[in-house]
């Protein structure tokens, strides 16, 4: 079992910036790839962002490529969703996940899941 906890979020005007956390216990955290997804109000669960496990690669939605950053401190056990140039259309609660299939796109392919924190962004 993994237990995922996010924080950071909050409410911020459009173009500030916002660093959301993950912190993770329970099993060895370098053991997983991780994802960000997020669910606006009315939509669906959507991908976002996502890295592997020694943090060498990362993946990024269209929506979010040159704004929002993914990183990962092993040590700390923690991964994170540096978001910048926040628009009101990002406003949604915002899941970590721990990625147990193949690939990292797929919802279906995360395990585990946190709560959430919710992201607002003003106009």
């Known amino acids: 079992q993994v237990q995922l906890v996010e924080s950071g979020g909050g409410l911020v005007q459009a173009g500030g910036s916002l660093r959301l956390s993950c912190a993770a216990s329970g099993r060895t955290f370098s053991n997983y790839a991780m994802g960000w997804f997020r669910q606006g109000a009315g939509k669906g669960r959507e991908f976002v962002a996502a890295i592997e496990r020694g943090g060498g690669s990362t993946y990024y939605a269209d929506s979010v490529k040159g704004r929002f950053t993914i990183s990962r401190d092993n040590a700390k056990n923690t991964v994170y969703l540096q978001m910048n140039t926040l628009k009101p259309e990002d406003t949604a609660v915002y899941y970590c996940?721990?990625?147990?299939?193949?690939?990292?796109?797929?919802?279906?392919?995360?395990?585990?899941w946190g709560q959430g924190t919710q992201v607002t962004v003003s106009s």
């Open positions: 996940a721990a990625r147990t299939g193949s690939y990292y796109f797929y919802s279906s392919n995360y395990g585990y």
